[in-house]
């Protein structure tokens, strides 16, 4: 049966941000004459700053705060460690909002519009509600929704970035689905309740990583993209 | 200067209500051999107990619900005033549910799309965000986000469910405009800082009823459609 609710994770699974920052840095680096910075070891790098730094808030160490102040922090420590100084506080909001302007993958405006045919399709994203509409009109993403860690003031994996997500739709987690590429956050889906759709995404992390596609039986569906997955629905 | 964000009243600026309500009492009347109701009666009694049943909550005597369990709420008392009994619970339920079922004005899915190109449109309703969804889905209306009293637990009049949904999209009130049915709605965003538009729904409160047009000079704009604001807005 088709779930009342597909429910996406965001970076890595609708949109490529590895691309996406490393062009912004580029951009950055022309206009300002920086050179031999790295810019696809520098996307890598303030994104793996964005789990550690959700830790204290998913721990109650840490009021909440939205994901743009999080990207904001981490984007200061990721310039100082690759020794970029002296960009203004212009440049560095722009750079920030990057996250705001992430291209899509190829199928996945296409797959989405399919799904949205016969389902709700929600961005349930660590990104906060700003930051995912303003790059849904970048990049033509039709959400019906915007769910996901502000509405429910936690981050995933943390059960309440679901559950909530869920309870504002008024829906129960066995009728919704989590569409990602990251096992880890299906994981975190299905001891809820949730149905779980992987979507394999090799280029992630950028060229020349590999990412190893999970068994098939370990999630409900397995997708090569989203227009697999409505294929998949017979949407 | 077009705003950068459009935020939509939606009961009667969007979709009309009494005339949708009024066919749900019809259509339940015929399901369960109901007599004698006159159910556009009903759907402006339904109504009438909106604003009275949200003023606890704004005078922060009332904690926060959403408009589902006021709705039906005030949906017991209206059939009790109508004399109307031996629903059950399922029956009451669906009914509630009409408000999810709204069918958009004539121009709203048209002017909406083209808002849509140049600004983000949003719902700044009272209405619950499960509710204004599966109206949107219902009805073909491409919200870009849905803010509102939901996210900002608060209900409109109150300054919290405009500024609140601002801010969610990190946007000052002098980059939003309001759009609504109603002047009381505007005169409460404006005061705020938000840009107006008056849209004239002379049909509201069902055939037979009048609305006086306010003045022109009242709004920044005064639009007969959303087609027509969309003509003055250039989109």
């Not at 031999?36 to 840490?62: C, E, L, N, Q, V």
């Not at 975190?188 to 995404?201: E, I």
Request: hydrophobic fraction near 45%; include cysteine; charge should be negative.
């Amino acid at each position: 049966m088709t779930p009342a609710m597909l429910t996406f994770d965001v970076f890595g699974t609708v949109v490529d941000w590895h691309a996406s920052v490393t062009r912004e840095g580029e951009q950055l680096a022309a206009a300002c004459g920086l050179d031999g910075i790295d810019w696809a070891a520098f996307a890598t790098a303030w994104r793996g700053r964005y789990g550690p730094s959700m830790a204290p808030i998913r721990d109650g160490r840490r009021p909440w705060v939205r994901l743009d102040v999080l990207h904001r922090e981490n984007l200061v420590a990721t310039l100082a460690e690759f020794g970029v100084e002296g960009l203004s506080d212009a440049q560095l909001d722009h750079f920030n909002r990057a996250w705001h302007r992430l291209d899509p993958w190829p199928d996945s405006v296409a797959g989405l519009t399919r799904l949205k045919s016969r389902c709700i399709v929600a961005a349930l994203s660590n990104g906060n509600v700003e930051l995912i509409v303003n790059m849904a009109k970048h990049g033509g993403l039709p959400w019906d929704v915007v769910l996901g860690a502000e509405p429910a003031r936690q981050y995933k994996p943390h059960p309440d970035a679901y559950l909530r997500s869920a309870a504002i739709m008024g829906l129960d987690p066995e009728q919704c689905m989590m569409v990602a590429a990251h096992p880890s956050d299906l994981d975190a889906a299905a001891a809820l309740g949730f149905r779980t759709a992987y979507v394999h995404r090799p280029a992630e992390m950028g060229p020349g990583r590999t990412v190893d596609m999970p068994a098939r039986d370990d999630f409900d569906f397995s997708a090569s993209s989203l227009e697999d997955l409505a294929a998949q629905l017979g949407c």
